[in-house]
């Protein structure tokens, strides 16, 4: 099967979080209000920092990104938390794995 990227005919891609091109879909709505309001500067540079990152662990290298990020969520509980309990970065650590076994899925049915 042949990914066509970028075809306007294509409904489900504004719905992903990794476009076939490899790039992030910043409109996504599994981001949620992640990557807009006052920390979404922040939010986009975190994420692309663990979404390219080709550390053996990924993601560690982008230790203070995502520390910037959380200290500046922490600042606005009410737009970032849906709970009391979700701390900032929980939906992101969810969606990253779900996009890392997509990935593998992805890599390994070619």
Do not use: H
Request: net charge negative; with cysteine.
């Amino acid at each position: 099967m042949e990914l066509v990227a970028n075809d306007p005919n294509d409904l489900y891609e504004e719905k992903r979080l990794i476009l076939p091109n490899g790039d992030i879909n910043w409109n996504c709505p599994c981001l949620g209000r992640m990557a807009s309001g006052p920390c979404g500067k922040l939010f986009n540079v975190a994420f692309s920092c663990f979404r390219y990152s080709m550390e053996d662990v990924k993601g560690s290298d982008c230790i203070d990104q995502f520390r910037a990020m959380q200290g500046c969520m922490q600042k606005y509980p009410d737009l970032y938390f849906q709970k009391e309990e979700e701390k900032p970065g929980d939906r992101l650590e969810e969606t990253a794995a779900s996009e890392a076994t997509a990935t593998i899925e992805e890599e390994g049915s070619s």
